[in-house]
Nanobody, 124 residues
Framework: QVQLVESGGGLVQAGDSLRLSCAAS????????VGWFRQVPGKEREFVAR???????????HYADSMKGRFTISRDNAKNTVYLQMSSLKPEDTAVYYCAAGADSPSETRYPYWGQGTQVTVSS
């Protein structure tokens, strides 16, 4: 069992940057791909970014189209932590952001382990 705890959310202005962290405990973190998803009330949870479990010589990363060039996912297996660096934030990025561990897929159904979520609010 892997437990995930997100942090770093908050209220920012449009154009600002924010870095989310997700600390993992239990299990073997490096055995899993990691992903970030987000959800707005009343809407389905959507894929944001994912990263393969293998990080050497580099990890494979994938992003939703609307996040490409603005968001960067990274992980530090030594610290059992995954990050989401967000820049040029827009009001439409406002959501609860979740990290997840599982298979390397954009589908949330492939991730058995989830954090509790952290709220990101971007004001215009």
């Amino acid at each position: 069992q892997v437990q995930l705890v997100e942090s770093g959310g908050g209220l920012v202005q449009a154009g600002d940057s924010l870095r989310l962290s997700c600390a993992a405990s239990g299990g073997t973190f490096s055995d899993y791909a990691v992903g970030w998803f987000r959800q707005v009330p009343g809407k389905e949870r959507e894929f944001v970014a994912r990263m393969s479990r293998i990080t050497w010589p580099f990890g494979n990363t994938h992003y939703a189209d609307s996040m490409k060039g603005r968001f960067t996912i990274s992980r530090d297996n030594a610290k059992n932590t995954v990050y989401l660096q967000m820049s040029s934030l827009k009001p439409e990025d406002t959501a609860v952001y979740y990290c997840a561990a599982g298979a390397d897929s954009p589908s949330e159904t492939r991730y058995p382990y989830w954090g509790q979520g952290t709220q990101v609010t971007v004001s215009s």
